[in-house]
């Protein structure tokens, strides 16, 4: 049985107890005497091979993504053969100590491709004083590190087992956040993703990783790979850009020809019963994602009554346009739930077919200068586990979204100083603690300028708690944390009616700082 994986704890005796980590679990609805940690258990999965693997509170053990992750790292080692890894972003402190444990036997067989530079990359080698981890300790260590613009894509392989996941190498995916990931001990698939992999390595990739800078290097502008061709009948993997589909495959038979726009369209509109789809970011903003909308209507029109949209709680109230979307398909009788910050996408049609994808609903699904992957399984047992999975986190979320609510049920907050980090400190942790675990009530406001929380305490005392955040749009845009940039500013400057309040049930907040 595997070990069971925590994260660093505050105050330990290891060599991280100079680095700050609480967690706050608030129940303000003091009446029903819930209990904030009180979440419901999983349901009993199927037996899959443990194909079905996923991210929750309550997941430890071979359904842990981060223990299938660790897995084929040490089968990596084991075998001595290679590790491809890529991500939008790292900054994990176990992923990057197992990678650097690896390179003890696969030095020089270790490539990482990231999508993200400065997410990546600042938060342990420009900002993090303490210890020497992160990817220039790994480039010295032997591991070859590049960046590949717009590569949004999410899994790691080795020559014979992968795993393909919704969530980034970083704390909150791998411990924290819903997300979701498909196991796959296939060579056929080990391949598929080595040839992608590395198209985007030689092809696509504009800079190198050396010591602690990125260099800008060519790429070699043309396809001159020659590939064995993978076996009929075999699934294959889907990405995102039809023109890197048509530079893999030149007339041979590696991946899916159709993109992942396509298949989900396809699928989407093949269904008979229901259709769930749990995605990060959800916008209509061009005409690709219009027809999406459309044919979830029409859909429902023509009688498929189970229609799910599980969608996170905090996420939403950060695009106007997306909370706008949710709100027109919700009086269409689509169902539309909120759940903490699932950051899962997939897609399940007549509960017999699941498709994994590492896309957003935005702008870049069909860009063919973008580069996300998704894998399509329709194995009874593998499936039927993801529709359980599914369930459960419909059940546990909230089906209201109210922005003029009070937040009066559950507040959670995660304090991590080992992500990315704010530049200065205007309040310490166990002030804000101590104010949060004794409110009597707390909004959270959103402006153009930043974020606050208004925390009301006893004797009706208020603590606005200001966040301005650097840059908005790659927030929005790139899928990425919310709230994760910035300074933390007490006198806060921000008109309060210009604000919107925000709140759900379950909500779903973090802030993260280092100590100076």
């Given at each position: 049985m595997s070990e069971k994986i925590e994260p660093i704890q505050k105050n330990s005796d290891s060599e991280f107890n100079k680095w700050t980590y609480d967690e706050i679990s608030v129940n303000l609805n003091k009446n029903k005497h819930e209990d904030p940690f009180n979440i419901e258990s999983l349901p009993d999965f199927k037996d899959d091979d443990y194909i079905c693997t996923f991210t929750h509170r309550n997941v430890v053990g071979e359904r842990s993504i981060f223990n299938k992750i660790k897995l084929i790292i040490q089968e990596a080692k084991k075998s001595k053969s290679y590790l491809i890894l890529a991500s939008f972003m790292i900054?994990?402190?176990?992923?990057?100590?197992?990678?650097?444990?690896?390179?003890?036997?696969?030095?020089?067989?270790?490539?990482?491709?990231?999508?993200?530079?400065?997410?990546?990359?600042s938060s342990y080698n420009k900002q993090n004083l303490y210890h020497n981890i992160g990817l220039s300790n790994l480039v010295h260590k032997g591991a070859q590190i590049r960046f590949v613009r717009n590569a949004h894509l999410k899994f790691i392989s080795s020559k014979r087992s992968s795993v393909i996941c919704t969530t980034n190498f970083s704390t909150e995916g791998l411990f924290r956040n819903p997300e979701f990931a498909i196991y796959l001990n296939d060579r056929e698939i080990a391949i598929q993703l080595n040839r992608v992999f590395f198209y985007l390595w030689y092809i696509i990739s504009v800079s190198v990783l050396i010591n602690d800078e990125w260099i800008n290097i060519h790429s070699r502008g043309k396809n001159s790979f020659s590939f064995k061709k993978i076996q009929k009948n075999k699934p294959r993997l889907i990405i995102s850009s039809t023109k890197k589909i048509a530079?893999?495959?030149?007339?041979?038979?590696?991946?899916?020809?159709?993109?992942?726009?396509?298949?989900l369209i396809e699928l989407l509109q093949s269904a008979k019963k229901s259709i769930y789809l749990s995605v990060y970011l959800f916008t209509n903003n061009n005409n690709n994602l219009k027809r999406i909308v459309k044919i979830l209507q029409d859909q429902k029109e023509k009688g498929i009554s189970d229609i799910r949209i599980l969608i996170p709680s905090v996420k939403v109230q950060s695009t106007p346009v997306m909370k706008q979307l949710l709100e027109l398909l919700s009086k269409k009788g689509i169902g539309v739930k909120f759940y903490r910050e699932v950051h899962g996408k997939c897609v399940i049609i007549d509960r017999s077919k699941f498709l994994l994808f590492t896309g957003n609903f935005d702008k870049y699904l069909a860009d063919n200068d973008s580069c996300d992957i998704g894998y399509l399984i329709s194995r009874p047992?593998?499936?039927?586990?993801?529709?359980?999975?599914?369930?459960?986190?419909?059940?546990?979320?909230?089906?209201?979204f109210d922005q003029n609510a009070k937040i009066n049920l559950q507040l959670d907050l995660v304090i991590r100083s080992y992500e990315l980090i704010s530049s200065r400190l205007r309040i310490s942790v166990s002030n804000l603690k101590r104010q949060i675990e004794n409110a009597k009530s707390i909004q959270f406001f959103f402006h153009p300028l930043g974020k606050m929380l208004k925390i009301t305490g006893k004797n009706d005392w208020i603590t606005n708690v200001y966040f301005i955040c650097q840059n908005q749009d790659e927030i929005i845009d790139q899928g990425g944390y919310f709230i994760m940039r910035g300074i933390i500013d007490q006198n806060s400057k921000m008109i309060l009616k210009e604000a919107l309040v925000f709140s759900v049930e379950?909500?779903?907040?973090?802030?993260?700082w280092a100590i100076n």
């Open positions: 900054n994990n402190t176990e992923i990057f100590k197992l990678i650097e444990d690896s390179l003890e036997v696969l030095k020089g067989k270790v490539y990482i491709i990231v999508g993200n530079k400065f997410n990546t990359f530079d893999i495959n030149r007339n041979q038979d590696i991946i899916s020809p159709k993109n992942l726009y396509t298949t047992s593998v499936v039927q586990n993801f529709c359980l999975l599914f369930d459960h986190l419909w059940k546990e979320a909230a089906n209201m379950k909500l779903d907040l973090r802030l993260i």
